[in-house]
């Protein structure tokens, strides 16, 4: 049989854009198959179905208090098991006999578990470490204790047994008349000595005893709860806490008068506490509508300042004196619309166990670090404050023609030194200044990237930190662990190899766990000691499952930035049924930073937008750009500064012309992009700024028009311009291109996709961007996701099939899912309710 086609009706078929021609030709059915997208293949690489192939992928140590042991948890396809590791033995040993242990629990629940299914909750030792206690939920009904209203729906529960388990003699025991207590309620701040704990309430402050935050940590609507009020002033978008961020309209006025979080840092001694309070009040409104909200639509109002807006939010910091009950307003001002923020204590290792755990400000009974910011980001100080006169000392400046960036600093000897985090010479290094913040030393130099204080020794003098980039022959992102003396002497790396490092230390810095892979390897973590020895090995991952369905591992590689001179570092995913002999179509999955550039270094069972989309018939690539990751040289990080719309898009497209030059089996006239949020805007803007080049995007909760994004993250990485004028008044200037500028220039084939109630990138951006498409008489696909934030929640899985469509129509030609109303494939993986 033969078929009559019009060289336009080919063309929408094949994904290509329309030919001029109108003449009429044949083509045989029998010589012309209809190009197909492989969806059954990345239907088996769902998240759903990737949950049951791979299971731990790094070990997670508890360390404990006493001792330099840590337990953890690790689940195979065989189940899960739960460890006791002591370094210093070299020993490690499972906490149970799982069988055993299963059919003690099924004797006194009276429902069936075995060895790979013990479903222990909130294990946790005891407090000399001879024993664990944990829950296990029942089959059994149970009334809820608390409930007024018995017939309501959600007045039943299951019942919980509550189990003590001793190590040395393996004896279980059912703790009887176990009532499980509430978990910390969020609304709570409390004191290092448990004396006190600070909330809000309708904007002010309040604070309770320990004995009345038992009471509402047990039933929070308990009549007897005795609360003080600290303050009387509080106002919406002036308050000394929460104003509820992230409520619609009527949720907010309804949940006023509740609790809610003081953020507030204490002093070790509990007698002093601080707070940033932020005047919004003349910050301009925005506003979302939730229109699937249960009855009528809501809406919800909350302050978001723009680029170049006057009125900007007030921050002030408060010393409050908590014996006396007082407070005042530190004098902080240096900088106009400057932004504050003191900085908390580092949590130990050992604490993470701890739900009770205080936040503590960094420093001591009298002094507190806190850091002040101009608005423009090109100035940052290092300040403390003098707790009894309230005195305000800068310790350290740092000055940039472009923006700062400033970490926690470490403090020695209570304060008596100071390592500081610093981008100064170009790149991140750490530097030692005395008390009074004077520079003794840079601790750190060369041409590598320092990224986190994990441990100060101030015994032997030595810092443990994490870097990148120092190691010749290792793709420069890969982190590892080193340790140097404060005078910069005797620099070690403590976990080489050729991987990207994940490291927990614990707080003595006797030992570490090492967690180690690259894209194109199997996880392993080991045990190491502070010389970089490894004293045991831990885990391999097991991929068994996974390498069962024919799964293969991405391939990294290197290419040229747009320049010809800067290497930027990628991988590529490939179907994996990949025939070397075939042309596949490219598709970049994009963000453009700066904060990262979204490049896998280490394995990763998150799938979706790599390995998933190449199943349907793609190679597809993710890669770096200059003005991406900050784990480079400051140069690197801030050359899209000044040009926040195209300054990665050359070397998007440069990366793709060099494989394409380096792999026949890639079609470099066939090139999509995709990518959410930065990636969103990216892959739009590539589309007007190169429309011959890519010819089909996905562009989801993109900010395209950052003019309307919010001030901070804009005019950080563009910059604002300050303006003094004669009379000494300060203004900010910004100015930015967008991508309504460009919609004239589309070609390809658009999809625009942005959830209605996202908060962060205000579906506006995705809108204005539309209407210049409209106006400019540009077809494309527009696609409003209901009810969904920026990440899209629930719908994900709906979105990604959508956006998988869209490729698989105009980069393969597949356009047999067009009709229909689901994708079967789509559908097996929606859980059945009964």
Same mark, same amino acid.
């Given at each position: 049989?033969?078929?009559?086609?019009?060289?336009?009706?080919?063309?929408?078929?094949?994904?290509?854009?329309?030919?001029?021609?109108?003449?009429?030709?044949?083509?045989?059915?029998?010589?012309?198959?209809?190009?197909?997208?492989?969806?059954?293949?990345?239907?088996?690489?769902?998240?759903?179905?990737?949950?049951?192939?791979?299971?731990?992928?790094?070990?997670?140590?508890?360390?404990?208090?006493?001792?330099?042991?840590?337990?953890?948890?690790?689940?195979?396809?065989?189940?899960?098991?739960?460890?006791?590791?002591?370094?210093?033995?070299?020993?490690?040993?499972?906490?149970?006999?799982?069988?055993?242990?299963?059919?003690?629990?099924?004797?006194?629940?009276?429902?069936?578990?075995?060895?790979?299914?013990?479903?222990?909750?909130?294990?946790?030792?005891?407090?000399?470490?001879?024993?664990?206690?944990?829950?296990?939920?029942?089959?059994?009904?149970?009334?809820?204790?608390?409930?007024?209203?018995?017939?309501?729906?959600?007045?039943?529960?299951?019942?919980?047994?509550?189990?003590?388990?001793?190590?040395?003699?393996?004896?279980?025991?059912?703790?009887?008349?176990?009532?499980?207590?509430?978990?910390?309620?969020?609304?709570?701040?409390?004191?290092?000595?448990?004396?006190?704990?600070?909330?809000?309430?309708?904007?002010?402050?309040?604070?309770?005893? %320990?004995?009345?935050?038992?009471? &509402?940590? $047990?039933?929070?609507?308990? +009549?007897?709860?005795?609360?003080?009020? @600290?303050? /009387? !002033?509080?106002?919406?978008?002036?308050?000394?806490?929460?104003?509820?961020?992230?409520?619609?309209?009527?949720?907010?006025?309804?949940?006023?008068?509740?609790?809610?979080?003081?953020?507030?840092?204490?002093?070790?001694?509990?007698?002093?506490?601080?707070?940033?309070?932020?005047?919004?009040?003349?910050?301009?409104?925005?506003?979302?509508?939730?229109?699937?909200?249960?009855?009528?639509?809501?809406?919800?109002?909350?302050?978001?300042?723009?680029?170049?807006?006057?009125?900007?939010?007030?921050?002030?910091?408060?010393?409050?004196?908590?014996?006396?009950?007082?407070? %005042?307003?530190?004098?902080?001002? &240096?900088? $106009?619309?400057?932004?504050? +923020?003191?900085?908390?204590?580092?949590? @130990?290792? /050992? !604490?993470?166990?701890?739900?009770?755990?205080?936040?503590?400000?960094?420093?001591?009974?009298?002094?507190?670090?806190?850091?002040?910011?101009?608005?423009?980001?090109?100035?940052?100080?290092?300040?403390?404050?003098?707790?009894?006169?309230?005195?305000?000392?800068?310790?350290?400046?740092?000055?940039?023609?472009?923006?700062?960036?400033?970490?926690?600093?470490?403090?020695?000897?209570?304060?008596?030194?100071?390592?500081?985090?610093?981008?100064?010479?170009?790149?991140?290094?750490?530097?030692?200044?005395?008390?009074?913040?004077?520079?003794?030393?840079?601790?750190?130099?060369?041409?590598?990237?320092?990224?986190?204080?994990?441990?100060?020794?101030?015994?032997?003098?030595?810092?443990?930190?994490?870097?990148?980039?120092?190691?010749?022959?290792?793709?420069?992102?890969?982190?590892?662990?080193?340790?140097?003396?404060?005078?910069?002497?005797?620099?070690?790396?403590?976990?080489?190899?050729?991987?990207?490092?994940?490291?927990?230390?614990?707080?003595?810095?006797?030992?570490?766990?090492?967690?180690?892979?690259?894209?194109?390897?199997?996880?392993?973590?080991?045990?190491?000691?502070?010389?970089?020895?490894?004293?045991?090995?831990?885990?391999?991952?097991?991929?068994?499952?996974?390498?069962?369905?024919?799964?293969?591992?991405?391939?990294?590689?290197?290419?040229?930035?747009?320049?010809?001179?800067?290497?930027?570092?990628?991988?590529?995913?490939?179907?994996?049924?990949?025939?070397?002999?075939?042309?596949?179509?490219?598709?970049?999955?994009?963000?453009?930073?700066?904060?990262?550039?979204?490049?896998?270094?280490?394995?990763?069972?998150?799938?979706?937008?790599?390995?998933?989309?190449?199943?349907?018939?793609?190679?597809?690539?993710?890669?770096?750009?200059?003005?991406?990751?900050?784990?480079?040289?400051?140069?690197?990080?801030?050359?899209?500064?000044?040009?926040?719309?195209?300054?990665?898009?050359?070397?998007?497209?440069?990366?793709?012309?060099?494989?394409?030059?380096?792999?026949?089996?890639?079609?470099?006239?066939?090139?999509?992009?995709?990518?959410?949020?930065?990636?969103?805007?990216?892959?739009?803007?590539?589309?007007?700024?190169?429309?011959?080049?890519?010819?089909?995007?996905?562009?989801?909760?993109?900010?395209?028009?950052?003019?309307?994004?919010?001030?901070?993250?804009?005019?950080?990485?563009?910059?604002?311009?300050?303006?003094?004028?004669?009379?000494?008044?300060?203004?900010?200037?910004?100015?930015?291109?967008?991508?309504?500028?460009?919609?004239?220039?589309?070609?390809?084939?658009?999809?625009?996709?942005?959830?209605?109630?996202?908060?962060?990138?205000?579906?506006?951006?995705?809108?204005?961007?539309?209407?210049?498409?409209?106006?400019?008489?540009?077809?494309?696909?527009?696609?409003?996701?209901?009810?969904?934030?920026?990440?899209?929640?629930?719908?994900?899985?709906?979105?990604?099939?959508?956006?998988?469509?869209?490729?698989?129509?105009?980069?393969?030609?597949?356009?047999?899912?067009?009709?229909?109303?689901?994708?079967?494939?789509?559908?097996?993986?929606?859980?059945?309710?009964?």
């Amino acid at each position: 049989m033969k078929k009559l086609y019009t060289p336009l009706l080919l063309s929408l078929c094949m994904g290509y854009s329309a030919m001029a021609q109108t003449k009429t030709f044949t083509i045989t059915e029998s010589t012309v198959a209809a190009p197909k997208a492989n969806y059954q293949l990345a239907s088996r690489f769902s998240p759903a179905k990737l949950k049951k192939m791979v299971y731990s992928t790094a070990v997670d140590p508890h360390w404990l208090k006493l001792s330099n042991r840590f337990w953890y948890e690790y689940e195979t396809p065989s189940g899960k098991e739960w460890y006791l590791v002591d370094p210093s033995a070299k020993t490690k040993k499972k906490i149970f006999d799982n069988a055993k242990l299963a059919a003690e629990i099924t004797t006194i629940i009276r429902d069936p578990f075995d060895a790979q299914h013990l479903p222990l909750e909130n294990l946790k030792f005891s407090a000399d470490e001879k024993a664990v206690t944990f829950e296990v939920k029942s089959s059994i009904d149970e009334l809820k204790k608390d409930r007024k209203d018995k017939k309501a729906a959600d007045s039943m529960q299951k019942k919980v047994y509550f189990f003590n388990y001793v190590l040395a003699s393996a004896k279980l025991t059912e703790v009887s008349n176990y009532e499980k207590p509430k978990a910390k309620p969020s609304w709570g701040s409390v004191a290092p000595d448990s004396s006190a704990i600070i909330f809000t309430r309708n904007y002010n402050l309040y604070w309770m005893d %320990k004995a009345n935050y038992k009471k &509402a940590v $047990k039933n929070e609507e308990d +009549s007897t709860i005795v609360e003080n009020q @600290l303050t /009387k !002033d509080g106002l919406k978008f002036y308050s000394y806490g929460s104003n509820g961020d992230g409520e619609n309209n009527e949720e907010n006025e309804k949940n006023n008068k509740k609790r809610r979080r003081a953020y507030v840092l204490w002093s070790p001694n509990s007698k002093y506490f601080v707070l940033n309070r932020s005047d919004s009040r003349k910050v301009k409104d925005l506003w979302v509508i939730n229109n699937i909200s249960a009855g009528r639509p809501t809406l919800e109002t909350y302050k978001y300042q723009m680029p170049g807006e006057p009125e900007a939010p007030i921050d002030e910091m408060l010393l409050f004196d908590f014996s006396a009950k007082t407070y %005042k307003k530190l004098n902080t001002a &240096a900088f $106009k619309d400057q932004s504050v +923020s003191a900085w908390g204590a580092p949590s @130990l290792n /050992k !604490d993470r166990d701890n739900e009770f755990r205080p936040s503590i400000w960094l420093g001591n009974n009298s002094k507190i670090y806190f850091s002040r910011t101009s608005r423009d980001l090109k100035r940052v100080d290092v300040c403390t404050v003098d707790i009894h006169t309230g005195t305000v000392t800068p310790l350290i400046d740092e000055r940039f023609n472009t923006y700062v960036e400033v970490n926690r600093p470490g403090l020695v000897n209570d304060g008596k030194e100071i390592i500081h985090w610093s981008e100064r010479d170009g790149w991140g290094h750490f530097y030692l200044f005395d008390a009074a913040g004077k520079l003794k030393n840079q601790i750190t130099k060369g041409a590598f990237h320092c990224e986190d204080i994990v441990n100060v020794d101030e015994k032997n003098r030595v810092l443990y930190f994490t870097a990148n980039g120092r190691e010749s022959k290792e793709d420069p992102y890969y982190v590892h662990l080193y340790r140097i003396n404060f005078d910069g002497s005797g620099i070690k790396l403590l976990n080489a190899g050729d991987f990207d490092h994940a490291i927990s230390m614990n707080d003595e810095a006797k030992f570490f766990v090492d967690n180690f892979s690259r894209v194109n390897t199997t996880p392993k973590a080991v045990v190491m000691d502070n010389n970089g020895r490894v004293v045991m090995n831990l885990e391999t991952t097991d991929l068994s499952l996974l390498m069962a369905t024919g799964y293969k591992f991405p391939e990294p590689f290197k290419v040229k930035a747009d320049d010809g001179i800067t290497d930027i570092y990628g991988v590529m995913y490939k179907p994996f049924d990949f025939d070397p002999k075939k042309k596949y179509p490219i598709i970049e999955y994009v963000y453009p930073g700066p904060q990262t550039e979204a490049v896998n270094k280490a394995f990763s069972k998150s799938m979706d937008r790599t390995e998933r989309l190449a199943q349907f018939g793609y190679i597809v690539i993710t890669v770096g750009n200059r003005g991406g990751n900050p784990a480079r040289s400051k140069w690197y990080h801030t050359f899209g500064y000044g040009n926040l719309r195209d300054y990665g898009l050359a070397d998007k497209k440069a990366a793709v012309e060099q494989l394409a030059d380096r792999n026949s089996f890639i079609d470099a006239s066939r090139v999509g992009i995709t990518g959410h949020s930065g990636g969103g805007f990216m892959s739009t803007a590539a589309m007007l700024v190169y429309p011959d080049f890519f010819k089909a995007a996905v562009s989801n909760a993109g900010n395209h028009d950052n003019s309307i994004y919010n001030r901070w993250w804009s005019e950080k990485h563009h910059g604002v311009k300050e303006i003094i004028s004669a009379k000494g008044d300060t203004t900010f200037k910004y100015s930015i291109d967008k991508n309504p500028d460009l919609a004239k220039n589309l070609k390809g084939h658009l999809m625009l996709m942005t959830g209605d109630i996202d908060n962060n990138v205000h579906p506006a951006n995705t809108i204005r961007v539309a209407n210049a498409l409209m106006k400019a008489g540009k077809r494309f696909e527009f696609v409003i996701v209901p009810g969904q934030r920026h990440g899209f929640g629930d719908l994900t899985e709906y979105t990604f099939w959508k956006l998988a469509d869209h490729f698989n129509k105009y980069l393969i030609g597949d356009f047999s899912q067009t009709d229909q109303i689901d994708v079967v494939e789509m559908e097996r993986e929606i859980e059945q309710k009964k």
